[in-house]
């Protein structure tokens, strides 16, 4: 029997998701996002890079205000209003303690319950490799999960006036090949697909299909595929590591 997946832990209030680039948690999670602020819970976005280096034909310093403009639409669609930009270089991120006292920063900022981010591993499942920049900031936020509440490291951020927060209960890590929890992706899948349809500019590089029709067949493909796993209901599902 295929083991069942377990819904997504409910009693939070805020979460913050932090990820690499603009469209990463479009691909991945906007769904459940949707279905989050939908019960009134607190979702921010941080993004270490704003894409810059993403569309071959657009040069980084056109292209990084263009991407952040369509991943503040895209939020916006799943009920995202604080969206942040760490400015680190898209396709050169470093996994290290500048990357860390980043994030840890923020959630020492957001002070979130629920963390949200995307695969850290070399690879997507089998041999389809991830990108550096995923694994670099997937495996910081595992990481600035720890540091945030500990007042020795990065003592510089307390100076700041950002007080240690130990008050991370989950990491919960999309786009990987070992799911362990789901949320049901059908009331927020519409606006899912507007929301990664807000990526337009980026879509359209990416294929000749209708940007619509793409989004909605990417979406519908990988929500269907953890149905089996979640009482047959399309799912996003997540990777969570308990703290």
Not at 128 to 137: E, G, S
Not at 160 to 165: A, I, N, S, V
């Amino acid at each position: 029997m295929t083991q069942q997946l377990e819904p997504m832990p409910a009693d939070w209030q805020r979460a913050l998701a932090v990820v690499a680039h603009p469209d990463d948690l479009e691909y991945g999670c906007a769904a459940a996002v949707a279905g989050w602020t939908d019960a009134g819970r607190e979702v921010a976005y941080l993004l270490a890079s704003r894409g810059e280096a993403g569309i071959d034909t657009v040069a980084p310093e056109e292209c990084a205000p263009l991407r952040e403009r369509e991943q503040r639409a895209s939020a916006g669609e799943v009920g995202v209003s604080a969206v942040e930009f760490l400015d680190h270089k898209d396709g050169v991120i470093e996994y290290g303690t500048a990357l860390r006292r980043d994030i840890t920063a923020a959630l020492r900022r957001y002070r979130p319950e629920l963390v949200i981010t995307l695969n850290h591993r070399d690879t997507w499942g089998g041999v389809a490799w991830n990108t550096p920049d995923h694994r670099a900031v997937g495996r910081a936020v595992l990481d600035a999960a720890g540091d945030a509440g500990n007042r020795w490291i990065f003592p510089e951020l307390g100076e700041q006036g950002l007080e240690p927060w130990d008050g991370v209960r989950w990491v919960a890590v999309a786009g990987t090949d070992r799911p362990t929890h789901a949320v049901d992706a059908t009331p927020g899948f519409e606006r899912a697909v507007r929301s990664l349809l807000a990526h337009r500019t980026y879509i359209e590089v990416l294929t000749d299909e209708d940007p619509e029709a793409y989004c909605r067949a990417f979406l519908t493909g990988t929500t269907g595929a953890a149905a089996e796993r979640f009482g047959d209901r399309p799912a996003v599902t997540f990777e969570v590591f308990s703290r």
